[in-house]
């Protein structure tokens, strides 16, 4: 089985100012890994996700996320952020074989002027 | 093209009701996921279903719960004598194939309500 950890359940930032959501991940088998994003009263769109090969992902949005497997954590961050990147963040993990997800209990991005 | 749809958008029903939910996939996808996303609990996986295979319900949180899925097409959860703590926002997604590498397309939730 896997689990994910979320450790910020809000992230208060100002506009322009650079953001990194954590996610730490246990599994004790090989996973794929994702951030989706959940807009206020939308369902969740996929941000970026990394399945293999070079550990750093580019997603949409300008986001990236760095995989690294030694500390088990797929932290994602972004530059500088918009007002409109205020949203709920989830931090998932499927199995590379088994494709259900399971997801972190999130993490609200709050941007404010 | 057209995404993963679901209706209805809210549901609210009294406690001891059933409801029933139901998911149109995106055409060609041969999976389908439900999922459900409450405040104590999170996103929680329910039950999926890989084309004709026998579905994995190993999510389904008692046998109130059930699903099924038509024609490899349409899916609908049932819950049966609804209670409060059933009230959350059901989620169905869908993708191309099974697997870990497949992005699954969500829809935008039914909001269930229990009163």
């Known amino acids: 089985a896997q689990s994910v950890t979320q450790l910020d359940s809000q992230v208060p930032v100002f506009e322009e100012a650079p953001v990194e959501l954590r996610c730490n991940y246990s599994?004790?088998?090989?996973?794929?890994l994702f951030w989706y994003v959940q807009y206020p009263n939308q369902g969740l769109q996929l941000l970026l996700k990394y399945l293999s090969g070079s550990t750093l992902v580019k997603g949409i949005n300008g986001f990236e996320a760095e995989f690294n497997k030694s500390q088990t954590s797929f932290h994602l961050r972004k530059p500088s952020v918009h007002i409109s990147d205020t949203a709920e963040y989830f931090c998932?993990?499927?199995?590379?074989?088994?494709?259900?997800?399971?997801f972190g209990k999130g993490t609200m991005l709050l941007v404010s002027p | 093209g057209a995404g993963v749809s679901q209706s209805p958008s809210n549901k609210v029903t009294e406690k001891g009701k059933d409801v029933e939910l139901r998911c149109d996939p995106i055409?060609?996808?041969?999976?389908l996921y439900w999922y459900r996303q409450s405040l104590g609990q999170g996103l929680e996986f329910l039950i999926y279903f890989q084309g004709n295979s026998a579905p994995d319900k190993s999510g389904l949180p008692s046998d109130r719960f059930s699903a099924e899925r038509t024609g490899g097409s349409v899916s609908t959860l049932t819950i049966q004598r609804t209670q409060q703590e059933d009230s959350a926002v059901y989620l169905c997604?869908?993708?191309?194939?099974?697997?870990?590498?497949?992005?699954?397309?969500f829809g935008p939730g039914t909001r269930l309500t229990v009163t």
């Open positions: 599994s004790s088998v090989s996973v794929y």
């Open positions: 997604a869908s993708s191309l194939g099974s697997g870990g590498a497949y992005e699954q397309y």
């Open positions: 998932a993990v499927s199995e590379v074989r088994y494709s259900t997800l399971t």
């Open positions: 055409s060609g996808h041969t999976a």
